[in-house]
C-alpha cells in the first residue's frame, strides 16, 4: 500500500501519520457507514413506490409536453423528502440559481426577507441585493432583514422574534456554513428554530438552503417543517453524476410557484425538456446516499489529520457533523495554495494544474479554488476553496470516493510539508 501511495507522491512519514490517525475512526466511521444504509433504503422505497422505469430514461425535446421521467424524478424527490411535491431540473444552473428561483417565486414587492442566521451565502448577497446589484430582490422592492447568531453561535430569540413583523414573508434558513465559520446546523435545531418562527408568524414561510446537507443525517429539512428546501445537483444529491440541475422540495403551492418562475406563469411544470440528462440524474440520487458517506469520511479524516498539527477545524475533529464541508484555517494565503495544490495534484482531472487565486463572479474577493472534477466546478467531487482573506479558512469537501478524499487529504499535507509549511514534529497521535 505505502509503494503505491509513494507513486502518487505521498512519502512515508505521511503516510503513516494518516494510518495512525485513522485507526482512531473506526466507530464514527461505522456510524456514517449506518446512516448511508438507512438513507438508500429511503431512496431505494422513493424510486420503487413511484415505479421508476425504463421509460423514464427517455430523452424528450422542445418543449418536453409528457415527460414521464422528469415527471416521475420529481415524484422521487418529494418521495424521499416527504414533500408534497418537487421541481428537479437540469435548466436550474445551479444552487445559487435554484435559491433564487425559490425566493423570486414566493416573494413579492413590499415583502421582507429575513434570515435569523447571519450573513447568507457569498453569492446570494447579490440575489438579495445587501451588495447592489441590477435585478436584485431589493430592485423589486423586497426588503430584507438579518439577526445575527449569539457570540456562542446560537440563534438569538428574542432578536428574531423582534425582527418577525407584518411584511415578513420568508424565512431563510441556510443549514451549511458556506465561507462563514461559524457552526453548520443540525436538522433537529432547523426544526426548532423554524417551529419557533411560525409560533411568531403562523403564515409565515421557511425555506431551508440545503446544499451540502443532503443526506448527512437520516432526517431532511423537509422533515422539520421546512416549506421548501433547495439544493444543486452537483453537490450531495447529484451523486456525482447529474451533469447540472438544482432542486426545490416543498408544499405544492411552493413548488408551483417555483415552476411558474423558472419557466412562465401558466406553462409552470408542465415544460421544460430533460434533454438526455434523466439516466444521470436518477442514478446519482440512488449513489448519493454512498457518495456523501465517503465525502463525510474525507471531512473527519481532514479535521483530525489538520487539527493535529495545530490548525483551528470547524467542525472540530471529534465533534458531529452536519454537511460534508470542512474548514480548515491554515492562517496564511501561502498555506492555502500549498493545500489546493495538493488536492489539485490528487484528481482525476487536470492534476497538472496550479490554482492560482482569481477574482470570481460573485463573490467580494479573491478565491482560490482545486477540483480536478468530471463535471465542471462540481463539489461532490473532491474539491477545496476560500476567499483569500483573513482567516485565510480553506474549506474542503467531496470525493465521489472516500478512498480518493483520502488520497486528497494525504497530498494536500504532502504540499504544506514539501514547502516547510507545516511541522510534523507537532503531531500528537
Ligand atoms: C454551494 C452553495 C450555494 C450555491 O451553490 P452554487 O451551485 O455554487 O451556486 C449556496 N449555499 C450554500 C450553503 C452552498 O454551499
Redesign the pocket.
Known amino acids: 500500500m505505502k509503494d503505491i501511495y509513494a507513486s502518487l507522491g505521498i512519502s512515508p512519514e505521511i503516510y503513516d501519520f494518516g494510518e495512525a490517525v485513522l485507526a482512531s475512526l473506526r466507530e464514527r466511521f461505522d456510524a456514517i457507514d449506518a446512516t448511508a444504509e438507512y438513507n438508500q433504503a429511503k431512496v431505494l422505497l422513493a424510486m420503487q413506490k413511484n415505479r421508476v422505469s425504463g421509460a423514464c430514461f427517455a430523452t424528450s425535446t422542445g418543449y418536453g409536453y409528457n415527460d414521464l421521467g422528469r415527471e416521475t424524478l420529481e415524484t422521487v424527490y418529494a418521495g424521499c423528502f416527504h414533500t408534497e411535491a418537487a421541481l428537479v431540473r437540469p435548466q436550474i444552473t445551479?444552487?445559487?440559481h435554484a435559491?433564487a428561483l425559490a425566493l423570486g417565486a414566493v416573494l413579492r414587492p413590499g415583502d421582507e426577507l429575513l434570515s435569523p442566521v447571519g450573513a447568507p451565502?457569498d453569492?446570494l448577497e447579490e440575489v438579495i441585493g445587501i451588495r447592489p446589484s441590477p435585478g436584485s430582490l431589493a430592485e423589486f422592492g423586497v426588503t430584507y432583514r438579518q439577526v445575527d447568531l449569539t457570540a456562542e453561535g446560537d440563534f438569538d430569540y428574542d432578536a428574531i422574534r423582534a425582527a418577525i413583523g407584518p411584511r415578513t414573508k420568508l424565512v431563510t434558513i441556510?443549514r451549511?456554513k458556506?465561507y462563514a465559520t461559524r457552526p453548520s446546523f443540525s436538522v433537529e435545531a432547523i426544526g426548532q428554530l423554524i417551529a419557533f418562527c411560525k409560533s411568531v408568524k403562523p403564515d409565515v414561510l421557511c425555506m431551508v438552503?440545503n446544499?451540502?446537507g443532503e443526506f448527512v443525517q437520516r432526517i431532511e429539512p423537509s422533515d422539520v417543517g421546512a416549506d421548501m428546501t433547495v439544493g444543486?445537483l452537483?453537490?450531495n444529491p447529484g451523486g456525482g453524476l447529474a451533469a447540472a440541475g438544482g432542486y426545490i422540495c416543498g408544499t405544492a403551492a411552493c413548488v408551483e410557484a417555483c415552476a411558474r418562475r423558472l419557466t412562465a406563469p401558466g406553462l409552470g411544470k408542465e415544460v421544460g425538456a430533460n434533454l438526455g440528462q434523466l439516466p444521470a440524474m436518477y442514478q446519482g440520487f440512488f449513489l448519493a446516499p454512498t457518495v456523501t458517506a465517503g465525502a463525510l469520511k474525507g471531512a473527519i479524516f481532514a479535521a483530525n489529520i489538520y487539527e493535529r498539527l495545530g490548525f483551528a477545524c470547524v467542525p472540530g475533529a471529534s465533534e458531529p457533523r452536519r454537511d460534508i464541508i470542512q474548514a480548515v484555517t491554515l492562517g496564511s494565503a501561502e498555506r492555502m495554495e500549498a493545500f489546493c495544490l495538493g488536492i489539485q495534484a490528487a484528481a482525476p482531472v487536470d492534476s497538472f494544474v496550479t490554482p492560482v487565486p482569481w477574482p470570481m463572479p460573485g463573490y467580494d474577493s479573491d478565491v482560490i479554488m482545486a477540483a480536478g472534477a468530471f463535471v465542471q466546478g462540481s463539489?461532490i467531487e473532491l474539491s477545496a476553496d476560500g476567499p483569500i482573506r483573513p482567516p485565510y479558512a480553506v474549506y474542503f469537501q467531496g470525493g465521489l470516493t472516500w478512498y480518493h478524499a483520502k488520497t486528497g487529504i494525504l497530498m494536500s499535507l504532502q504540499k504544506l510539508y514539501e514547502r516547510g509549511l507545516v511541522d510534523l514534529k507537532r503531531i500528537k497521535i
Open positions: 445551479c444552487g445559487t435559491l451565502y453569492t441556510q451549511s458556506g438552503d446544499c451540502y444543486s452537483i453537490k463539489s
